[in-house]
């Protein structure tokens, strides 16, 4: 059975790879602007707009595609306050700056589906709390790390330097990169698309 990424997620596409799953990626094409948009009007919790997502990606895609479809997403919140990623680099100093001191959940949030309806959802919540952070070290972070800080919800990539952000992290790796490996690693075993 063929295995398919809905998603133009690098960080999504090198964990699958490395763990020894071979997948096709497609890209969705679903307009996640809109979607969050209509999701925080009708005051949905962040982690129900995360799974949302990641079964509208997964479906959209499993409607065109035969195999098993994997769609994810990955939302912060802070209490229940959602953030996007930012749009620039000043947007990336806010988001640092509202974060410093805090813990934040990565509401990190993944779907199969085949013959497109869902047939398994997992929700990963990895909880981070970042060290309260000087504005000379975030200038120092951002010049460091440059728009990479872009690519993410919450301006940092803890497998790089965003690791001197946080004092302590309660979950595991896979999620915090945006995919939970692990327990999708056991359904693939039960679907007999990776050795058992």
């Known amino acids: 059975m063929e295995v398919i990424l809905?998603?133009?997620s690098a960080s999504r596409r090198a964990?699958?790879?490395?763990a020894g799953v071979a997948a096709d990626c497609v890209r969705p094409g679903v307009?996640?602007?809109?979607?969050k948009a209509a999701f925080r009007a009708e005051a949905m919790p962040v982690r129900d707009q995360a799974m949302a997502l990641a079964e509208l990606k997964a479906m959209k895609v499993?409607?065109?595609r035969p195999g098993l479809v994997i769609g994810g997403d990955q939302m912060l919140a802070l209490g229940e306050e959602a953030f996007d990623k930012p749009l620039d680099m000043s947007g990336a100093r806010a988001h640092l700056e509202r974060l410093s001191g805090k813990t934040h959940t990565l509401e990190t949030?993944?779907?199969i589906c085949e013959n497109g309806r869902p047939v398994w959802r997992h929700l990963a919540?990895?909880?981070l709390t970042m060290r309260p952070l000087t504005p000379d070290?975030?200038?120092y972070y951002l010049d460091e790390v440059?728009?990479?800080v872009l690519a993410t919800v919450g301006a940092y990539q803890l497998e790089g330097l965003g690791s001197q952000l946080f004092t302590r992290i309660e979950g595991d790796y896979f999620s915090i990169l945006g995919l939970p490996l692990l327990p999708l690693l056991d359904q693939l075993r039960i679907y007999g698309v990776i050795p058992t």
């Open 6 to 8: 809905a998603s133009g």
């Open 15 to 18: 964990l699958l790879a490395n």
């Open 31 to 35: 307009d996640e602007d809109q979607a």
């Open 62 to 64: 499993s409607a065109r």
């Open 109 to 111: 949030a993944i779907v």
């Open 125 to 127: 919540r990895p909880k």
């Open 137 to 139: 070290f975030i200038e």
């Open 146 to 148: 440059g728009e990479a």
